[in-house]
């Protein structure tokens, strides 16, 4: 039996991941979040936060296609988490992160930061699906803070004095996550820039198959190394 004396007490209604959540209490006027929109914010703010990703663009290590390749990753991403059950588990996601990094940017993760990102995304895409979108804003308002330092820009502090700006900050939250999700990664990617011979691979997606190796008269061969990584 619910008391009705408390005031902090939480409705959740129609929790799924491709619409809206009713949240209310009997002090605040309802709100309505989408976990899916709020998700993929919260994907596009933790590779906005990693580091590696962030310098491989930056730093044009995949070539003309750098900002493309991160947008790949992201929708990758995006396709994978499509739903309340992942299509990789956490393990097959780090391996393939740190193959993708490594083919598309040719970065070698020695810090073994896929696995705190494969471990964030999971642990936002699983408190999503039970309608709690806390972590994933947290990402995106770290991420937010450490890009508006990074550009030397203060960081804006909103007002909570004025109720009606709260309810209008609320009522606008899906289409501003939205809105986050959509927008760039990394600046605007150059129009100018070729297409690659051949489309990326895709995350998880089997690597196509190599060419037979010829011997030498010597009777030497190179035999590629494979990427997937032992876990300690």
């Given at each position: 039996e619910i008391?009705?004396?408390?005031?902090?007490?939480?409705?959740?209604?129609?929790?799924?991941?491709?619409?809206s959540v009713t949240l209310s209490s009997?002090?605040?006027?309802?709100?309505?979040?989408?976990?899916?929109?709020?998700?993929?914010?919260?994907?596009?703010?933790?590779l906005k936060s990693w580091s590696a990703l962030r310098a491989a663009v930056e730093g044009g290590w995949g070539g003309a296609q750098s900002q493309e390749k991160a947008e790949e990753l992201r929708q990758h991403l995006y396709e994978n988490f499509q739903g309340t059950t992942p299509k990789m588990d956490m393990y097959d996601l780090e391996d393939n992160l740190a193959i993708y990094m490594e083919e598309q940017f040719s970065v070698v993760l020695e810090d073994q930061s896929e696995r705190q990102v494969a471990d964030m995304l999971y642990r936002m895409h699983e408190a999503c699906v039970k309608g709690d979108v806390t972590l994933a804003r947290q990402a995106v308002e770290t991420a937010q803070r450490t890009e508006a330092i990074k550009n030397a820009f203060p960081v804006q502090v909103q007002n909570t004095d004025d109720d009606d700006d709260e309810m209008d900050i609320a009522s606008e939250s899906i289409s501003q996550a939205k809105e986050y999700a959509s927008a760039s990664l990394f600046g605007t990617a150059k129009k100018e820039a070729?297409?690659?011979?051949?489309?990326?691979r895709q995350l998880g997606e089997a690597p196509p198959e190599q060419n037979k190796v010829e011997v030498d008269d010597d009777g030497f061969a190179t035999v590629p190394t494979s990427k997937r990584r032992n876990r300690k």
């Open positions: 008391n009705p004396m408390d005031h902090h007490l939480l409705l959740l209604t129609h929790v799924n991941m491709n619409h009997n002090d605040d006027p309802a709100v309505e979040i989408n976990p899916m929109e709020e998700f993929r914010a919260g994907v596009t703010a933790t070729s297409k690659p011979a051949q489309p990326l």
